[in-house]
């Protein structure tokens, strides 16, 4: 053994000796202000809480930021007085908090909502806390009176004294003894060390004085400290009650000491290495030699995270300096001969000479390690004792591993081991202490992922388990614009899906949000029909789901405005004059001839104006149910009568729905403005020239091209009978509509349907309380009140396949000006729009800088991975960590996410983890789809789903081929079994299991 640790182990022993029973490890006395704690010796603490980075750190951004970590802090830890102490906890049952206060709201939202959806909400929950863990960081600034020059540390003290001649005796806190000498630098100090983290990157936030001393008891007592447990502290707006001298504590106030209040159970030490404190039984340790390299913190975190045991690391620095060294330095030298390890000492005080006098701030660090074990999980304390020692022997050895640290295990008071890693609990650590350079300490420092929302319907989770909520329509944003990039089989629908489940479960509501989807194929069925199961029969309709066809029942008109509105409101106008424009694009051009969006305002503007005066004249042969119910009641029809006329009886009789029904004749179709024109006076005037393309005129060129799309597109060609009614949430598949393929025809005919689409599903989110003045006066009434509704009720549009139609410049152009528009000004309409393809190429450059949440699946090629890199701004460790994400496996699905928030931006890598009752709701496949949807109505949501995963946990479709392949050619030649039909006797087995209660 070298003289050097022998002088430790004398000084670490008399430092125990004297340090008295195990309840004076606590220092803390009372709180001073709203920040700050204050210590029985007058010195102030306070924390700051550390979220993590804001993106995936590069080697040069470490770098920069333990440049800018060690240049802000150096200022005052080149002299004595102030030290700081960061502490990192790992616990996988923690998670749970962070788990609860996501889905909590969630499930209270699905109760408002009537959603029967508590159990797969549960077992989502318990999937993600199968994978999760939590995580805390402190910044902890503790500043005593050493910062003081020595005549004011003189006053401080003196009048620190005559405090405590009153309340020395005090049974409870002593208020009023913290030195007020010190509350300016400290404060100061805080505020800069949080200016230094925000500059680094790094989200943080102040924590007060109470929030740090629940942190503290929960680390210490989670089973005993509920989520709203508050310490009893001064009142900081009672004036302070000073006793005469003499008065005894029972004539006073006095609030129970925190000693008691921290520790509600007494400490059991049970031997030189293990504590029992509650129901946790610990085992701290210490590095006796720290990194002889500096080594990041996630070096050691990925090793320690693997094990999935829980564990917390306290990194103490405080001012160094050489001259608390010398005698140590000098004893070195005297047995220099005796010792290699004096030499190597000698050695190491004659660098650290080199780095201060190159202009290095030297300070002291030490590292203190607690790990532990529930007890509760184990069948007698033996047993978690036993668990407790390998637990610590396979973290002492991935320590020891950590650039070649040196592991030492706490001997005498197992206690004071632990208090050395709470936060705020005592200004120093016991632990072997080392001197070094300011700017390789803060290369230990623990660098996290940070979520940009402390809860929401929606978790990720870090590659390694923290738990990274994500809140749609959030405050946070200034806008709900969101991106989705992924190549086939890399997860898109099963993010999109959840994404809108989450959007519909979002804190508050009170009804069912306005969600509309326009997809090409059944990706989004599975959420419509897991929505539409989990609501009682009433309810039903408020969720439903079509598949898009040209036939007569599904014509949309898309001149139809709100009830009783006789002209289009400025939004749909420009809507309408963007539609007929592209009816109006010639095929392979990529913009219709000047002078068609004129033309099309004023024949817009006239047909509307012809509807309404005088009229379309009420035909009672177009449609006998409307016909029978005027009768019915008593509607005054005569030759004169229009379906105006008939819309406002309606209307005032309270009939609303048949209202709307009367209104659809009312109003012009797209036969109306090519009619207009050919009519409209004021257009022949302004309108002379030729198109240069054909030669035409241009009215007759717009008349012509619209004549054509009437007799292309039948579907426009009536008034409207596709209406999703009173739905809320509304998913329209255009697959069979908007065909792949077809050149420039099918190109334009996609881009068609995905605007008459957007008006049919999407108009009624542009109607604001801003309009009403433009409303007729016989509806202002019933418009006024459901406008304020519409105001504050969450909208979503929602376009999947964008690249159907968005790539195709020819076709698109006006969709996406249309889009553009949306977009800029969706914040106004409370609208969440959202767009999701196979590559970042099929989204306009507008839309990638007005996104505020870019989620990437994976990046295909190197080409497509440059340009992502390039088009969103990813960073190089995000970059990197695209090129190798991995397929979508039992533990989700790996994604680049990048979110812009009041705060800035972030980017990450995150996972999104289904539990496996949710993957079988989202599946695309048509053998799912199947069997899942007729199960649900007999058997419900859950017990379908859980009945599902547990049996077929990779689908339906392997087990339908197995069972294909098995069937023996007898069965085949005798017909007992047509192959076409197992589906169906698969699910008529299943729903026998089920019905048995198997």
Not at 536 to 551: D, E, S
Request: aromatic share 8%; net charge neutral.
């Amino acid at each position: 053994m070298s003289f050097y640790d022998a002088f430790n182990r004398f000084t670490f022993a008399a430092y125990e000796l004297f340090k008295g029973p195990a309840m004076s490890f606590c220092r803390l006395e009372t709180l001073d202000n709203v920040e700050t704690l204050v210590a029985d010796d007058g010195s102030l603490i306070s924390a700051l809480k550390i979220s993590g980075t804001v993106e995936r750190i590069t080697a040069g951004a470490f770098e920069k930021i333990r440049a800018i970590l060690t240049e802000k802090t150096r200022v005052f830890l080149e002299k004595p007085g102030q030290s700081l102490k960061l502490v990192f906890e790992y616990d996988p049952s923690r998670a749970a908090e962070t788990l609860e206060r996501s889905f909590l709201p969630s499930k209270a939202t699905a109760n408002a909502l009537n959603l029967d959806l508590n159990d797969v909400l549960n077992g989502w929950e318990k999937r993600l806390l199968d994978l999760a863990a939590g995580e805390n960081l402190w910044l902890v600034l503790w500043t005593d009176v050493s910062l003081l020059e020595a005549i004011d540390r003189k006053n401080a003290w003196n009048n620190r004294l005559k405090v405590l001649n009153v309340t020395f005796f005090w049974p409870g806190q002593k208020e009023g003894i913290g030195l007020p000498e010190l509350k300016e630098a400290h404060l100061g100090t805080l505020a800069a060390l949080s200016e230094a983290l925000t500059e680094a990157g790094l989200i943080n936030r102040q924590l007060s004085g109470v929030e740090l001393l629940r942190d503290i008891r929960t680390s210490l007592f989670p089973s005993l400290t509920p989520k709203d447990w508050r310490p009893y502290v001064p009142d900081l707006d009672r004036p302070f009650i000073m006793p005469e001298r003499g008065q005894g504590p029972e004539k006073v106030l006095v609030y129970p000491s925190l000693d008691d209040q921290l520790f509600p159970r007494r400490a059991v030490i049970k031997n030189r290495d293990f504590v029992l404190l509650g129901d946790r039984l610990h085992a701290p340790f210490f590095l006796a030699i720290p990194p002889r390299e500096p080594r990041p913190f996630n070096e050691l975190f990925r090793g320690l995270s693997r094990l999935k045991r829980p564990w917390r690391l306290a990194l103490d620095l405080a001012n160094g300096g050489l001259g608390h060294w010398n005698v140590q330095s000098l004893l070195a030298r005297i047995f220099a001969l005796t010792s290699v390890q004096n030499r190597q000492l000698n050695a190491a005080l004659e660098y650290l000479k080199k780095e201060r006098d190159a202009g290095s701030c030297l300070v002291t660090l030490s590292f203190s390690f607690d790990t532990w074990v529930e007890v509760l999980d184990y069948p007698n304390l033996e047993a978690a004792e036993l668990a407790l020692k390998r637990q610590l022997a396979a973290l002492e050895r991935l320590c020891a591993g950590w650039g070649q640290s040196s592991v030492q295990e706490v001997t005498g008071d197992p206690l004071l081991g632990v208090a050395a890693t709470l936060p705020g609990l005592m200004p120093k650590s016991p632990a072997p202490r080392a001197l070094a350079p300011l700017a390789e300490a803060w290369s230990f420092l623990p660098l996290r992922p940070a979520g940009a929302w402390d809860q929401g319907p929606l978790v990720f989770l870090s590659p390694d388990g923290k738990p990274l909520p994500f809140r749609p329509n959030s405050s946070n944003q200034a806008a709900w614009i969101d991106l989705g990039v992924a190549p086939m089989g890399a997860g898109k629908s099963v993010l999109l899906n959840s994404l809108n489940l989450a959007f519909c479960l979002q804190p508050g509501l009170d009804k069912l949000p306005l969600l509309s989807i326009i997809d090409v194929g059944p990706s989004s069925m599975g959420l419509i029909a897991l929505l539409k199961s989990a609501l009682p029969p009433a309810l039903k309709p408020l969720v439903t789901g079509f598949r898009l066809r040209a036939t007569p029942e599904y014509a949309i008109n898309p001149l139809d405005a709100p009830l009783g509105f006789r002209t289009p409101l400025p939004s749909h106008l420009g809507f309408l004059i963007n539609l007929i424009c592209l009816l109006a694009t010639p095929l392979g051009q990529a913009a219709p001839p000047d002078g068609v969006a004129g033309v099309a305002r004023v024949a817009l503007e006239g047909a509307y104006a012809a509807a309404s005066n005088p009229g379309k004249l009420f035909d009672p042969s177009l449609e006998p149910t409307l016909t029978k119910a005027a009768q019915e009641n008593g509607f005054p029809a005569d030759q004169n009568s229009t379906f105006w006329d008939l819309t406002d009886f309606f209307f005032q009789k309270g009939l609303i729905s048949y209202a709307h029904l009367a209104q659809r004749l009312a109003t012009p179709t797209l036969a109306d403005v090519i009619a207009q024109v050919r009519q409209h006076p004021s257009l022949k005037a302004t309108y002379a020239f030729k198109v240069a393309l054909t030669g035409e005129n241009i009215l007759d060129f717009v008349w012509r091209s619209l004549t054509e799309a009437l007799g292309e597109y039948k579907i426009l060609a009536n008034p409207t009978r596709f209406s999703p009614g009173e739905a809320r949430v509304i998913c329209l598949d255009l697959d069979e509509v908007a065909p792949r393929g077809g050149g420039p025809a099918g190109d334009k005919r996609a881009a068609v349907m995905y605007m008459l689409a957007r008006h049919a599903v999407g108009a009624r989110f542009f109607h604001t309380p801003e309009d009403i003045h433009l409303t007729p006066a016989l509806y202002q009434a019933y418009h006024q009140e459901s406008l304020q509704n519409l105001r504050r009720t969450p909208k979503r549009l929602c376009y999947d396949e964008i690249h159907r139609l968005t790539g195709l410049k020819a076709a698109s152009a006006q969709l996406v000006g249309d889009l553009t528009t949306s977009a800029r000004e969706s914040r106004k309409w409370n609208l969440s729009i959202g767009l999701y393809s196979q590559t970042q190429e099929d989204f306009p450059e507008v839309f990638q800088e007005l996104a505020t949440s870019i989620f990437v699946l994976g990046a295909g090629t190197e080409k497509s991975l440059a340009a992502l890199q390039s088009s969103f701004g990813l960073n190089e460790a995000v970059t990197l960590e695209l090129s190798r994400l991995p397929p979508p496996g039992p533990k989700g699905s790996s994604l680049a996410a990048i979110f812009k928030t009041r705060s800035g931006k972030t980017q990450d890598l995150l996972t999104l983890a289904l539990s496996p009752e949710l993957r079988w709701a989202f599946s695309t496949t048509a053998e799912d789809a199947a069997i899942r949807d007729a199960l649900y109505q007999k058997f419900g949501v859950f017990k379908t789903l859980s009945h599902l995963a547990q049996k077929w946990p990779g689908g339906l479709k392997s087990a339908l081929e197995e069972k294909s392949v098995n069937l023996s050619i007898g069965e085949r030649k005798s017909g007992e079994i047509d192959p076409g039909d197992l589906l169906t006797e698969l699910i008529k087995e299943t729903a026998a299991h089920l019905a048995g209660g198997l």
